[in-house]
């Protein structure tokens, strides 16, 4: 691909996954390569340029202000590294100004001082100080100036490209942090600004990445890479158009960002409109009205992942509210399975199978969260289940195998994932099942963490035993569909009750109180209509998979487009 079809498809290419983040790399990377602006053959060669700097350097060496580097010969550079344009050379940053210079300041003058956290990220942000006094901040600390370029180097803030140059500083001067290496140019021969954009350039951070060293969390870049990494030197003039155009074409970053950003907004507050007009709908023409809508604009919708993530929970919460399916008249109304769970729970704890549990407090109108069809009907989750309760509040002794033992960590919403699990003793196992084994289709709920509220049914036959992070729901399953209350469970109303009754009352680690599960109010629809609620959440959950996995499929293969034409942009010779 040739640089001038870079310029004309800049917008296109900036729209692909991670587009902008890439361009903006493939700029500054570009810039130092010489690929950037074409090259002006009246331009002062960079060759001319560093005889001048050594002229000055060799004055500072007399005047006994600096001492002589080391030297390496250029050809020795030239013969290592890849072909610069005509008129520059490599070089490095010790041979072409000062590496972390001192400054020589008043005690009583003010100055700026500058910790990490106020070193710039990205080019073209601005610096902010505090004002100290030099007195204050001359031990210590890192002294630079105005026009130094300062470059963190320990581990994450090299990674993330903290550096900058430092202009605009209280009388000129300042410290900060000692994890910086300094530049600082002579009499204006290199021009700052094109530092930064090296500093800040892919290859420089990737080759620097590979040379830390230290202890993991401390890892530094030594000092040597900083200044004898070979430093690409174009003319001054040169230097000053790279740093024109890389300035023109950031900002040309920063407007597709902020555009891309107000389209994603757009695209979520049309999303949010629409999935709020079915949701609140109250008549079946109206709710068919605003599906068509969705429909009509399905590709508008949900071309964005988290877009798709919405419409899950407005189809679980559709479901739960009586929308995603049509009433039939010839159903068994709910009210009659409650009867029917009445007088099983009855028999049994005749039977003393079950035992006799405290009374419910009566539903109030204000728990009710959405008006529900006639047929259906609200119930505490406590009167139609025939269990709840946790796991073992022991702490557990593992073994390196045995019996399973289950925890929070393999629950997610719809999914029960016990391959990868722990074990416990047979002996351990046998008294944590006690009047709590797991079975078939009952749910289990996580209790506590991040995770809370997440829901699943148990669709394996298989013997585990459980932790007390996790909720066991048996519900009565000739009358309740237990992939239903998984909805149910999953659903924001349901995750609502989960996060109400929990990080609501200012516990910073939730835990969701039995007692409260068990007073939990659940839209129970008729039995044959909770089975096509679970049908149809399942066939619109599969589209939802299928669109996804499309999304992810389409970026990736623009992803690929995209890397593929920058590579070819990188090797142009």
């Known amino acids: 691909m040739k640089i001038e079809t870079f310029f004309e498809k800049f917008e296109l290419f900036a729209e692909a996954p991670n587009g902008v983040q890439k361009m903006r790399e493939l700029i500054l990377q570009l810039a130092v390569q010489g690929k950037l602006v074409p090259q002006d053959s009246s331009d002062e060669p960079a060759s001319v340029l560093l005889e001048k700097i050594q002229f000055n350097k060799e004055l500072l060496i007399k005047e006994k202000k600096i001492k002589r580097n080391k030297q390496i010969l250029h050809e020795n550079l030239e013969k290592k590294l890849t072909k610069l344009p005509e008129g520059w050379e490599w070089t490095r940053l010790v ?39 030099w007195g204050d901040i001359k031990q210590g600390f890192t002294h630079f100036a105005d026009e130094d370029a300062v470059l963190a180097k320990i581990t994450p803030c090299f990674q993330n490209r903290k550096s900058a140059v430092m202009r605009g500083l209280e009388n000129g001067v300042g410290a900060g942090t000692t994890e ?55 003319p001054l003039a040169e230097q000053h158009r790279i740093v ?40 079946p023409d109206t709710f068919a009205k605003h599906w068509q809508c969705i429909c009509n604009n399905f590709d508008l919708l949900y071309s964005a992942p988290e877009n798709i993530g919405k419409l899950r929970q407005a189809i679980l919460q559709l479901a739960v509210m009586g929308k995603l399916v049509p009433q039939d008249s010839s159903d068994e109304p709910a009210a009659v399975l409650l ?33 529900i069809p006639q047929t259906w009907v609200w119930s505490r989750l406590g009167e139609i289940c025939e269990l709840i309760t946790d796991g073992t509040h022991q702490t557990p002794k593992y073994t390196p195998s045995g019996r399973i033992f289950i925890s929070a960590q393999n629950v997610k919403p719809f999914r029960f994932m016990p391959e990868v699990h722990k074990f416990v003793s047979e002996e351990d196992y046998q008294g944590y099942i006690k009047n709590r084994k797991p079975e078939v289709e009952d749910v289990l709920l996580t209790r506590v963490g991040a995770g809370i509220g997440e829901a699943a049914v148990i669709d394996k036959n298989l013997d585990f035993a459980i932790y007390v992070s996790v909720a066991l729901i ?13 909805i149910w469970l999953n659903s924001p109303s349901g995750k609502h009750k989960s996060s109400i009754n929990t990080y609501g009352k200012g516990v910073s680690q939730g835990n969701l109180n039995l007692g409260l599960i068990r007073k939990f109010v659940v839209s129970i629809p008729p039995l044959k209509e909770q089975k096509s609620i679970v049908a149809k959440v399942d066939q619109l959950m599969a589209i939802c998979d299928k669109l996804e996995a499309e999304l992810a499929l389409s970026q ?4 690929k487009l995209i890397n593929t034409a920058l590579h070819q942009l990188l090797i142009i010779k």
Not at 249 to 258: A, H, Q
Request: charged letters at 30%; hydrophobic letters at 35%.
């Open 556 to 559: 990736s293969e623009h992803e």
């Open 339 to 371: 009867d029917k769970i009445r007088f099983e729970k009855e028999l049994l704890m005749k039977e003393g199978k079950i035992k006799k549990e405290k009374l419910l407090p009566e539903i109030t109108v204000d728990e009710l969260e959405y008006k």
């Open 95 to 133: 041979d072409v100004g000062l590496i972390n210079p001192r400054n020589e300041v008043e005690d009583n003058i003010t100055a700026s001082f500058i910790p990490m956290n106020l070193i710039p990220q990205f080019y073209g942000e601005s610096i902010k100080y505090e004002i100290k006094e």
């Open 474 to 486: 048996r519900p009565f399953k000739n009358f309740i569909d237990s992939y239903y209350l998984t």
């Open 180 to 234: 910086l290496y300094v530049f600082r140019p002579l009499n204006g021969l290199v021009y700052s600004e094109y530092v930064l954009i090296y500093l800040k350039s892919p290859d420089f951070i990737n080759s620097g990445i590979s040379k830390l060293t230290g202890t993991a969390g401390q890892k530094r870049v030594p000092n040597d890479y900083f200044s004898q990494h070979p430093f690409p030197l174009p």
């Open 244 to 283: 024109a155009k890389v300035d023109q074409l950031m900002s040309l970053c920063d407007e597709l960002e902020e555009r891309q950003q107000k389209k994603r907004e757009t695209r979520v507050l049309l999303n949010n409109v629409a999935i709020n007009q079915l949701l609140t709908a109250r008549e």
